[in-house]
């Protein structure tokens, strides 16, 4: 039997398509013309991000499913896939009120909760997201068990932490595939915000839920999320200090994000713009809570941005012009891949799979759930040579990629 990623990509867009959507049909809910789909589904020439967005948005898929870099329901290992059960079963059983009785003396107390969080951010940050994955089920177990039988003056630490572990939840599970999950997770996330009376939570969940949407190729609706989350903190930002400021502008620049995912320029550009703002009164990255915002974090999303919106050019300049040392590694990672894909754009096919080759060899398990750098094989891949080679076995595909 043909595995997914034996087919070529105009075969998967096909097949993805269906028989209850025609061509034509495709061609007018992703915005793209006819003889574009046409070219598309028959392999003639490599597609470009708008292009491949677009299509994957259209066809409510990600981008790395079109590409045959994962299945359509995520191909994963069983380690990682008996993790997503366990994370779902903790997700729900909590929710639902389900929470085993503590061992006598075995009972978390805040603090320890508390740096828990800490180890299971720094987990996530580092982009080892099916580790931070085996984290969060238990630690959402205990913060279930802390919650049950917190006194009064400590219930709203508690759904702060409960907050915590199940947006935690949402965001693991939406980059491995779980979309399904993802939603709940972050509902039940804003449910303990709310009751924590958080502002800064609630704030930092309109990215988070933008995230998902966007993963799930509802990029209106994460435009929507990501601004009207923005909206209604910034005016009270300027009375809750940096965490609020932050979370702010982390929406702004979800908001920048879905923009330039629509092709949409100059609102892409403004709401950079005031990203860039929001990161200079900041004066610094701010990390709390799982959540990372500042000048360097604006700097690698506007990276992106432009990339997104075909700025080849413009986004290798604005690479060089900022410091990257305050991201995070699952950030400078990313923004890595953003530069491999200008330099592929730009037609610097050595330098971007150099680039791209050092990234994904540095952090193979990272890399495999990326749609990026099956975007520059694709691209890439005509000429064949060691790199193409090394980089299919990290990533466990075809080097023949199309």
């Known amino acids: 039997?043909?595995?997914?990623?034996?087919?070529?990509?105009?075969?998967?867009?096909?097949?993805?398509?269906?028989?209850?959507?025609t061509q034509a049909g495709l061609a007018e809910r992703s915005g793209l013309s006819l003889p574009t789909v046409q070219k598309a589904e028959q392999d003639k020439g490599p597609l470009s991000?708008?292009?491949?967005?677009?299509?994957?948005?259209?066809?409510?898929?990600?981008?790395?499913?079109?590409?045959?870099?994962?299945?359509?329901?995520?191909g994963m290992g069983s380690d990682d896939r008996s993790m997503l059960r366990e994370l779902s079963r903790t997700v729900h059983d909590t929710a639902a009120g389900i929470v085993a009785d503590p061992?006598?003396?075995?009972?978390?107390?805040?603090?320890?909760?508390?740096?828990?969080?800490?180890?299971?951010?720094?987990?996530?940050?580092?982009?080892?997201?099916?580790?931070?994955?085996?984290?969060?089920?238990?630690?959402?177990?205990?913060?279930?068990?802390?919650?049950?039988?917190?006194?009064?003056?400590?219930?709203?630490?508690?759904?702060?932490?409960?907050?915590?572990?199940?947006?935690?939840?949402?965001?693991?599970?939406?980059?491995?595939?779980?979309?399904?999950?993802?939603y709940a997770s972050v509902g039940h996330a804003l449910r303990h915000a709310e009751l924590a009376a958080d502002p800064v939570r609630i704030s930092m969940l309109g990215s988070a839920r933008a995230r998902v949407l966007l993963r799930d190729g509802r990029v209106e609706q994460a435009l929507r999320e990501a601004e009207g989350a923005a909206a209604r903190a910034e005016p009270r930002f300027s009375e809750q200090g940096a965490g609020l400021l932050a979370a702010y502008g982390k929406n702004i620049v979800f908001a920048?994000?879905?923009?330039?995912?629509?092709?949409?320029?100059?609102?892409?550009?403004?709401?950079?713009?005031?990203?860039?703002?929001?990161?200079?009164?900041?004066?610094?990255?701010?990390?709390?809570?799982?959540?990372?915002f500042g000048p360097s974090y604006a700097g690698a999303q506007a990276v992106g941005v432009?990339?997104?919106?075909?700025?080849?050019?413009?986004?290798?300049?604005?690479s060089r012009r900022f410091d990257p040392s305050?991201?995070?590694?699952?950030?400078?990672?990313?923004?890595?891949?953003?530069?491999?894909?200008?330099?592929?754009?730009?037609?610097?096919?050595?330098?971007?799979?150099?680039?791209?080759?050092?990234?994904?060899?540095?952090?193979?398990e990272w890399a495999k759930h990326q749609a990026i750098p099956g975007v520059i094989i694709q691209r890439a891949g005509r000429?064949?040579?060691?790199r193409i080679r090394k980089l299919s076995e990290i990533l466990g595909t075809s080097p023949a990629v199309r």
């Open 1 to 21: 039997m043909s595995q997914w990623g034996d087919f070529t990509t105009g075969e998967r867009i096909k097949m993805l398509r269906g028989k209850d959507l």
């Open 49 to 74: 991000l708008p292009t491949l967005l677009r299509l994957a948005e259209a066809l409510h898929s990600d981008v790395s499913v079109v590409l045959g870099q994962q299945a359509p329901r995520r």
């Open 103 to 182: 061992v006598e003396g075995a009972a978390p107390g805040q603090a320890d909760l508390a740096e828990a969080a800490e180890r299971m951010w720094r987990v996530y940050w580092r982009g080892a997201y099916a580790e931070a994955g085996s984290l969060v089920a238990p630690f959402l177990r205990s913060v279930a068990l802390f919650a049950q039988a917190a006194p009064a003056d400590q219930q709203a630490a508690a759904n702060g932490l409960l907050s915590d572990a199940y947006r935690a939840a949402g965001l693991i599970s939406n980059f491995l595939g779980a979309r399904d999950l993802a």
């Open 256 to 292: 920048a994000v879905a923009a330039s995912r629509l092709g949409d320029a100059d609102r892409s550009a403004d709401l950079l713009s005031q990203a860039h703002a929001v990161a200079a009164r900041l004066g610094r990255d701010v990390f709390g809570n799982g959540m990372q």
């Open 306 to 318: 432009n990339v997104t919106l075909g700025n080849a050019g413009k986004a290798l300049d604005l």
């Open 326 to 364: 305050g991201l995070t590694q699952a950030a400078l990672n990313r923004m890595q891949l953003d530069i491999a894909l200008a330099q592929a754009d730009s037609r610097q096919w050595d330098t971007s799979l150099d680039t791209l080759l050092e990234v994904c060899s540095a952090h193979p």
């Open 383 to 386: 000429a064949g040579n060691s």
